[in-house]
C-alpha cells in the first residue's frame, strides 16, 4: 500500500496565505482614507469656519425660563381632597434690564387690561415712582406722562444744588425721596396710581426671570393682551396653578400660605434647586413640608439670536408634580365641629366681656392623629390659634396635681384633708374653692374641683403649715421648679412636639412670690394652649405616654387621578416623646377621678354627656381673670372617651366668660355636642361599611 498526497489541499493553503495580506491591506488603506478626510474636514471647520462659527455662537442668545409644577396636594384621613391645584392665567413680566421709560410705558398701556389691587402700599415706593415720573417729564413731556401727574413742575434737588451741598450721588438721591411728602403724593392722578401698583410689580423681580404680576385673569383679559403683545414688550401670558380649597374657611390657617422666597433666604433655596422667582410655603404645613410638596420644576429653552428670531422650535423639559400629604384631620368632623362651636357661640355671645372665643382640639391619645382643630371668634382668630394661643386653664389640671403629690410622696391614695378657705396667708391672697367642700380624699378632690387639695400638694412639698409657718415658705422657688418639671412631662409649659411651626408654649410666670406657686397648683398662674391641654389628657388616657400630636399620617406619590392615592413614599410613626414617671397606679386614680366629675354624684359635670353612648370622662376648668379691667373667667374642659378603651381625647377653651348668672357650662356644652358628633359618626361609619360588605357578598353570591 501507498500513501496518497492531498495536492490540492496544500495549494489552497497557500492561496489563502497570499490573500489575506491583500485584503487586510486595502481595508487599512479605506480605514486611512476615512481618517484622512475626516482630519481635513475638522480642520476646515475650525480653521476655515472658525470664526463664522465662533461668531454664530456669540448671536446665539438661550434663556431658559422655567415652568414651576403643581405642588403636591392634601388627603383628609379617609382620602378627601383637602388642598387642590387650579389652572389659571399668569400675567408675567420679564425684565432684560429695560429702561425706566420703557418699563413704565409698558406698565401704561397694560393697565388698559388689567388693574393690580394694591393691598399695602410702601411710601418708599411710591416716592421712587413720583421721582421717576418728574425725571421722564423733565427728558420728554409726552402724553402718557402729563395723563399721570399734574402740569405743574416738581422742584428736585438739582445736580447744582448737590454740588454746593457737597453731597455725593447716594446721599443726593435720600434727599429727592425726603422731599416727597403727602402733597406731593396726592399730584400723582387716578390713572398714575393704577399703572403704579403694575410698575411695582414689574420692578419686584429678578432680571431675565418672568415675574408674576396679576395671577387668575379672565380668558377674556389674557386674549386682548396676547394679541397686543407686540406692544408689551416684556409681558407674557403663562398657565399656572393656584391653591383651591374644597372645604372653604376650614383649616384654612393651618394649611398655610405661598409666597415669594423672603429675600434674605434666597441664596439657601437656591443652594437646594430652587428658582429666585419661585413661590414656596410661608406658614403651617405648606412652610414645614416644603421640600415634600415642592414640584420638580420643568423648563421652556428657547434658542434666538439677538435680534430675537428663533432659530429653533422651544425645547420643554417636563416637571413632576410635588408628594402629597395624608392629614390626620377628619374633615367631616372638623366641620362639624366648627358648626357647634359657631351656634355656641352665637347662643352665648351675651355673655362675653369682648370678642367670643373658642378653642376645640381633638385627638387621637395612642397615635397622636390631630382629627380637629379649631378656633373661632376675633379678628385674629382661627384654627392655627390652638398652637399658638395661650391662657389660664384653671381646674383641668388638677390632674397632673394630684400625680405630683403621688410621685412626690406628700399625699397617698385616700388620704382625707378639710377643704375650707385659708385665710392669712402672708404674701398671697386668701384661698378657697368654688364652696367649702368639707372632708375630702383625692378622687372627690378632682370630681368636686378642690382648690385647697391642690394649694396643699404645694404648701406640703415645703413643708408650710398655715397657722404655724408664719412667713417661713422655704424653699418655694423650689417647688416651682419642681410642679413645673412634672406638669412638662405631660407637655404642659413645653413644645407638644407638633408638626408645624410657630408653636406657643405658654408664658412661666416669675417665681418670685410664694402664693403664686399655690394659684400654679390649680391652673390660675402659668399659661397653656389648647394643644397642651389636649396632649396633657391624651397622656392620662393612655395610661401615661407623651405623643407628638402629629397633623401628618403619611407622603405619597402624585397618583394617576386626584381620586386615587399614588403610591406610599413614606409612613409617619407615630412619636413616643417621655413617658410619665408616675404608676400605673397613681395613674388609674386619677383615671377613675374624671371619671367620677361626669358620673359622680356631685361630679362639676353630672348633667353633661347624658346623650353621649359612651361613657366620657373629664375635668372641668375654671380660671378667674380680668378682661378690660371687668372679673371674667376662662371655662375649659378636657376628657377622653370610651373611658375603658380611649380613642378620643379633647380639649376645649372659652376665655373671657363673664361671671353674670346663666354664662357657665359654655365649654361643657361644646364637649358634650363634639363627643356626640364624634361617636354619631363613627357608628355611621360602621354602618356604611357593613352595607357595603354585604354588598359585596351578595354580588359574589
Avoid at 492561496?15 to 488603506?29: D, E, Q, T
Avoid at 381632597?81 to 413704565?104: C, F, G, K, P
Avoid at 437646594?272 to 415634600?292: F, I, M, T
Wanted: net charge negative; glycine share 8%; no cysteine.
Amino acid at each position: 500500500m501507498y500513501e496518497r498526497k492531498d495536492t490540492n489541499m496544500g495549494k489552497t493553503k497557500s492561496n489563502l496565505k497570499a490573500h489575506v495580506p491583500v485584503r487586510l491591506n486595502v481595508l487599512f488603506f479605506v480605514v486611512f482614507i476615512l481618517f484622512s478626510a475626516l482630519i481635513l474636514r475638522l480642520g476646515f471647520v475650525q480653521i476655515v469656519q472658525g470664526e463664522q462659527y465662533q461668531e454664530q455662537l456669540e448671536r446665539t442668545i438661550n434663556i431658559s425660563s422655567p415652568v414651576e409644577a403643581p405642588r403636591g396636594l392634601m388627603y383628609d384621613r379617609h382620602g378627601n381632597v383637602v388642598v387642590d391645584n387650579e389652572l389659571q392665567l399668569t400675567v408675567t413680566y420679564t425684565n432684560r434690564r429695560t429702561s425706566s421709560r420703557e418699563i413704565l410705558e409698558t406698565a401704561r398701556k397694560l393697565n388698559e387690561y388689567i388693574t393690580v389691587e394694591q393691598d399695602r402700599i410702601n411710601p418708599r415706593d411710591v416716592q421712587d415712582f413720583f421721582l421717576l415720573l418728574n425725571d421722564l417729564s423733565d427728558e420728554d413731556n409726552d402724553e402718557f406722562l402729563e395723563l399721570l401727574t399734574i402740569d405743574e413742575p416738581y422742584e428736585v434737588l438739582s445736580f447744582q444744588e448737590q454740588r454746593e451741598l457737597g453731597m455725593n450721588d447716594q446721599e443726593a438721591y435720600e434727599e429727592r425721596l425726603n422731599r416727597v411728602g403727602d402733597e406731593e403724593m396726592d399730584m400723582i392722578t387716578d390713572e398714575g396710581w393704577e399703572v403704579f401698583g403694575i410698575w411695582r410689580e414689574f420692578i419686584a423681580g429678578y432680571n431675565y426671570l418672568p415675574h408674576k404680576v396679576l395671577r387668575g385673569i379672565e380668558y377674556e383679559e389674557a386674549a386682548k393682551i396676547m394679541e397686543n403683545m407686540e406692544d408689551l414688550p416684556g409681558v407674557d401670558i403663562a398657565r399656572d396653578s393656584a391653591r383651591a380649597y374644597p372645604f372653604g374657611d376650614s383649616l384654612r390657617g393651618v394649611f398655610g400660605n405661598l409666597g415669594p422666597i423672603e429675600r434674605d433666604r434666597v441664596e439657601e433655596y437656591l443652594a437646594n434647586g430652587y428658582n429666585r422667582n419661585d413661590e414656596v410655603g410661608r406658614s403651617y404645613l405648606e412652610n414645614q413640608y416644603e421640600p415634600v410638596l415642592k414640584g420638580r420644576s420643568g423648563s421652556l429653552n428657547n434658542h434666538m439670536d439677538r435680534t430675537g428670531e428663533f432659530l429653533r422650535n422651544p425645547e420643554e423639559v417636563e416637571g413632576k408634580r410635588g408628594n402629597d400629604l395624608v392629614l390626620s384631620i377628619d374633615m367631616e368632623l372638623q366641620q362639624q365641629v366648627e358648626e357647634i362651636v359657631e351656634n355656641e357661640l352665637s347662643s352665648s355671645a351675651r355673655h362675653f366681656i369682648e370678642d367670643e372665643q373658642a378653642f376645640v382640639v381633638m385627638m387621637d391619645p395612642h397615635t397622636g392623629d390631630v382629627l380637629s382643630m379649631v378656633g373661632e371668634g376675633g379678628e385674629f382668630v382661627d384654627d392655627t390659634s390652638a398652637i399658638n394661643y395661650a391662657t389660664e386653664a384653671g381646674s383641668t389640671i388638677k390632674g397632673a396635681t394630684v400625680l405630683i403629690g403621688y410621685e412626690t410622696g406628700v399625699f397617698q391614695h385616700g388620704e382625707q384633708i378639710i377643704d375650707r378657705t385659708i385665710d392669712n396667708l402672708p404674701d398671697s391672697p386668701s384661698i378657697s374653692s368654688h364652696r367649702p367642700l368639707g372632708r375630702i380624699n383625692d378622687i372627690q378632690a378632682l370630681e368636686r374641683s378642690s382648690n385647697i387639695y391642690m394649694a396643699e400638694v404645694g404648701m406640703r412639698l415645703i413643708n408650710y403649715i398655715p397657722g404655724y409657718s408664719g412667713r417661713n415658705w422655704g424653699d418655694f422657688r423650689g417647688a416651682f421648679h419642681t410642679l413645673r418639671y412634672y406638669y412638662s412631662q405631660f407637655g404642659l409649659g413645653v413644645s407638644t412636639g407638633v408638626d408645624l411651626p410657630s408653636e406657643a408654649t405658654g408664658v412661666s410666670g416669675a417665681t418670685n412670690n410664694p402664693g403664686t406657686m399655690l394659684f400654679l397648683t390649680f391652673g390660675q398662674f402659668d399659661t397653656y394652649t389648647p394643644m397642651q391641654l389636649a396632649q396633657y389628657t391624651s397622656v392620662i388616657a393612655n395610661g401615661g405616654y407623651r405623643i407628638a400630636p402629629r397633623l401628618v399620617t403619611e407622603i405619597r406619590e402624585p397618583g394617576e387621578s386626584k381620586s386615587e392615592l399614588g403610591a406610599l413614599n413614606r409612613q409617619m410613626e407615630p412619636k413616643v416623646l417621655n413617658r410619665i414617671d408616675m404608676s400605673d397606679q397613681d395613674l388609674a386614680r386619677v383615671q377613675q377621678g374624671f371619671y367620677q366629675v361626669v358620673h359622680g354624684s356631685q361630679g362639676t359635670a353630672r348633667t353633661y354627656f347624658r346623650d353621649v353612648d359612651v361613657d366620657v370622662a373629664g375635668k372641668t376648668g375654671t380660671a378667674q381673670v380680668r378682661v378690660n379691667g371687668e372679673d371674667a373667667n376662662n371655662q375649659s374642659f378636657v376628657g377622653y372617651a370610651p373611658y375603658n378603651d380611649p380613642e378620643v381625647a379633647f380639649a376645649v377653651v372659652v376665655p373671657g366668660v363673664s361671671r353674670e348668672q346663666g354664662a357657665g357650662g359654655i365649654a361643657n356644652r361644646i364637649s358634650e355636642e363634639i363627643m356626640e358628633a364624634y361617636f354619631d359618626l363613627q357608628e355611621n361609619r360602621s354602618a356604611s361599611d357593613l352595607d357595603l360588605e354585604d354588598e359585596e357578598l351578595e354580588n359574589e353570591e
